[in-house]
């Protein structure tokens, strides 16, 4: 039944064509950044980088909130596209914004459907897919965490 | 067991979409989970509960092209109806029935009119005036609203003429919106002059949008130096355009052991933090593609490219008209960057 009821739920659910995907999380910045290391590690991907963009800005007198991107991807894929389809290259590792609004937090990344019709062509659309349904995942169990 | 899940399949079957949920999932990153606002206007402020069902349905569906709000145009009916019906909630007001009639007034009138009264605050073409609002880092959280841009075709095509009218007529309590009617500001034919005009540039602005789409997110440039001379060439180019330049990683870099890296893969990273804090607040989530980086890559056949985000495109994804402008001017000197290196 339980089976069932998850197969239900996944037909029943949409592709929405939003430029960027983007999901509010109730917990504080720095758990954030916790928690979305690690779902994203549980998807199958690496975190290779954390770029701390307000570290940067604070380092050159500018007042930002808490601000970082990680940089994340799966070394065959990033193998793959660079030889096959190095128009790509400039979007890979992928990233994903870390953007502290109060004690919440919001997670923006690119719907990589979208990407497909900024690049032109859809000879990756099967690889486009896959992260779009990855990103959706990873976003709603961050949508999910309680706060702490 | 079998009658409990017929059961909770029929329950799944007939119930209707749940507003809350669909709330949460696409619209309270931006309007905040109880409606108060963020990155997007607060939703349970008066004057935006009395907009008709039809106009928030309208809105929801189209969005507003040159805004944070994205068209959310692959929602169903049922999806669009439960989300409005939650949005009501929020703040519990009734809603106006206004009629979907046209206002007939004077174009041109209206046009003048409109220039001398509404563009200081709502802009002259689909531009708003206040820079950076309606995101995150830097909308006044005091002010319930920010002026909208009207000549936006996601606006136009929600709002009747009636709205507009009803609008300005009365003005937006609490926001710096006066009652042009009710204080005497314009007299009603003056009114339907400036609701005329607005109409009119409808079809105008929908045939600009459409012809405005670019395709083309990267752009490569074959270059005319080694692998290590370009590397070089650009760091120099770099540093004369005034860009902060970061310490080089491999493209393959944090995925795999040092030692295994493909070292003829590098990404040249710089910053200019004025223009990242700039551009930051006209949107925060510009970190989804953080444009600055060049990278130079020796193919196995020996020749060198260099790969950049093509900014003036990508900036689409962003729907924000000022952030493009940004883009096309750090295109332009991205171009430069790599001409003076690659040839």
């Known amino acids: 039944v339980k089976k069932l009821f998850i197969v239900f739920l996944l037909m029943a659910s949409n592709a929405y064509a939003e430029n960027i995907l983007m999901a509010r999380s109730q917990q504080n910045f720095t758990n954030t950044i916790i928690a979305a290391k690690q779902k994203i590690e549980e998807y199958g991907y690496t975190v290779s980088h954390i770029q701390k963009c307000d570290g940067g800005m604070h380092g050159v007198g500018y007042k930002t909130d808490g601000y970082k991107v990680l940089f994340f991807g799966k070394l065959d894929e990033v193998k793959k596209i660079s030889k096959l389809h190095p128009e790509m290259i400039p979007f890979i590792p992928l990233k994903m914004a870390i953007i502290a609004e109060g004690n919440e937090t919001l997670i923006s990344i690119i719907n990589p459907l979208e990407l497909e019709r900024l690049i032109g062509h859809n000879k990756m659309h099967t690889q486009f897919q896959r992260w779009e349904s990855d990103f959706r995942s990873i976003l709603a169990e961050l949508r999910a965490l309680e706060k702490e | ?343």
């Open chain 2, 1 to 343: 067991m079998l009658a409990t899940f017929l059961i909770l399949l029929s329950k799944i079957l007939f119930a209707g979409p749940d507003g809350r949920e669909l709330y949460e999932e696409h619209c309270s990153v931006c309007h905040q989970t109880k409606g108060w606002g963020g990155i997007g206007l607060p939703l349970k402020v008066k004057h935006i509960q009395v907009f008709s069902d039809d106009y928030l349905e309208k809105t929801i569906r189209l969005g507003r092209p040159g805004r944070v709000m994205p068209a959310f145009d692959a929602l169903g009916d049922a999806q669009v109806k439960a989300l409005v019906s939650y949005v009501r909630s929020l703040g519990g007001k009734d809603a106006i029935d206004f009629p979907t009639t046209h206002i007939v007034g004077d174009i041109e009138a209206g046009k003048t009119l409109f220039s001398e009264n509404c563009a200081v605050c709502h802009g002259k073409d689909r531009a708003i005036s206040a820079q950076g609002t309606g995101v995150t880092l830097s909308r006044e959280r005091d002010f319930s609203v920010i002026p909208p841009s009207l000549l936006n075709t996601g606006f136009l095509q929600s709002a009747s003429d009636h709205m507009i009218r009803y609008i300005v007529v009365n003005g937006v309590e609490a926001t710096a919106m006066p009652a042009f009617g009710k204080n005497q500001i314009l007299t009603k034919q003056q009114i339907d002059n400036v609701v005329s005009y607005l109409r009119s540039q409808e079809k105008v602005l929908l045939t600009k949008e459409k012809a405005s789409i670019k395709v083309g997110a990267s752009v490569v440039f074959k270059s005319e130096y080694d692998f290590k001379t370009t590397i070089a060439n650009i760091k120099e180019s770099i540093s004369g355009a005034n860009f902060r330049s970061f310490p080089d990683r491999y493209l393959e870099q944090g995925l795999v052991e040092e030692i295994a890296i493909n070292k003829k893969q590098v990404g040249i990273r710089f910053c200019n933090f004025e223009s990242l804090y700039k551009m930051l607040n006209l949107d925060p989530r510009l970190g989804v593609v953080l444009p600055c980086r060049l990278t130079v890559v020796e193919r196995d056949d020996g020749e060198v490219y260099v790969y950049a985000i093509n900014v003036k495109v990508v900036s689409q994804l962003f729907n924000n008209e000022e952030l493009s402008r940004f883009g096309e001017k750090m295109e332009e000197i991205q171009m430069t960057i790599i001409d003076e290196a690659v040839l």
